[in-house]
C-alpha cells in the first residue's frame, strides 16, 4: 500500500487495529495481576507455605512479598510494552510487529511458568494466552496485514 502524498500513511488494516485493541486488553492484564496478588497475600501464603513446608513463616512472608515485587515490576515492563506497541503498530514499521510477536510468544511461554507456580491465575491464564496467539495471527496471517507492514518505510522510528 502506498500513500497518496508523501505525508500519508496507509490506512491501518482492520486486523492490525484489532491486534491493537488486544494488545491494550493485554496491557490492562498485566496491570491487573500485582494488584490482584498484593490483595491476594494471605492466598499466596498460604501456596508458598503448601510447597515449601520446610518454610517458616518469616520466609513464606518475605517469599510472598519478593513474588509480588517481582510480579509488579515484570507487569509492568510488559504493561508498558503492550501499550507501546498497541501505539507504535500503526506506524507500519515491522520492528513493531516483529516485537509484538515476540513479545506475545514470550509471555505464553512465561503463563506456563505461572502456571505451574500457583493456581492463583488459572482461570484467566488460556484466556490471555489464546488472546496474544490470536494478536500474533492477526499480524502475520492475513494478507493486507503483510501488505501493510511490508509498504512501510524502513528507517526511522
Same mark, same amino acid.
Given at each position: 500500500?502506498?500513500?497518496?502524498?508523501?505525508?500519508?500513511?496507509?490506512?491501518?488494516?482492520?486486523?492490525?487495529?484489532?491486534?491493537?485493541?488486544?494488545? $491494550? $486488553?493485554?496491557?490492562?492484564?498485566?496491570?491487573? +495481576?500485582? +494488584?490482584?496478588?498484593?490483595?491476594?497475600?494471605?492466598?499466596?501464603?498460604?501456596?508458598?507455605?503448601?510447597?515449601?513446608?520446610?518454610? /517458616?513463616?518469616?520466609?513464606?512472608?518475605?517469599?510472598?512479598?519478593?513474588? =509480588?515485587?517481582? $510480579?509488579?515490576?515484570?507487569? /509492568? =515492563?510488559?504493561? =508498558?510494552?503492550?501499550?507501546?506497541?498497541?501505539?507504535?503498530?500503526?506506524?507500519?514499521?515491522?520492528?513493531?510487529?516483529?516485537?509484538?510477536?515476540?513479545?506475545?510468544?514470550?509471555? =505464553?511461554?512465561?503463563?506456563?511458568?505461572?502456571?505451574?507456580?500457583?493456581?492463583?491465575?488459572?482461570?484467566?491464564?488460556?484466556?490471555? /494466552?489464546?488472546?496474544?496467539?490470536?494478536?500474533?495471527?492477526?499480524?502475520? $496471517?492475513?494478507?493486507?496485514?503483510?501488505?501493510?507492514?511490508?509498504?512501510?518505510?524502513?528507517? /526511522?522510528?
Amino acid at each position: 500500500m502506498e500513500p497518496t502524498t508523501p505525508t500519508e500513511r496507509p490506512q491501518v488494516p482492520a486486523p492490525v487495529q484489532l491486534a491493537r485493541a488486544l494488545l $491494550a $486488553a493485554v496491557a490492562i492484564s498485566h496491570l491487573v +495481576v500485582p +494488584v490482584v496478588m498484593w490483595a491476594r497475600q494471605g492466598t499466596l501464603r498460604d501456596q508458598i507455605e503448601f510447597q515449601h513446608p520446610d518454610f /517458616g513463616l518469616a520466609e513464606v512472608a518475605r517469599s510472598a512479598d519478593v513474588a =509480588v515485587a517481582s $510480579a509488579a515490576v515484570f507487569h /509492568g =515492563v510488559l504493561l =508498558v510494552l503492550c501499550a507501546l506497541l498497541a501505539w507504535k503498530l500503526a506506524t507500519a514499521r515491522p520492528w513493531t510487529r516483529w516485537l509484538a510477536t515476540v513479545s506475545q510468544l514470550l509471555s =505464553v511461554v512465561f503463563s506456563v511458568v505461572s502456571w505451574a507456580s500457583s493456581p492463583m491465575f488459572h482461570a484467566v491464564i488460556p484466556i490471555i /494466552g489464546s488472546t496474544q496467539i490470536l494478536i500474533v495471527a492477526m499480524l502475520w $496471517a492475513p494478507r493486507r496485514t503483510r501488505d501493510f507492514f511490508a509498504g512501510a518505510p524502513r528507517s /526511522g522510528t
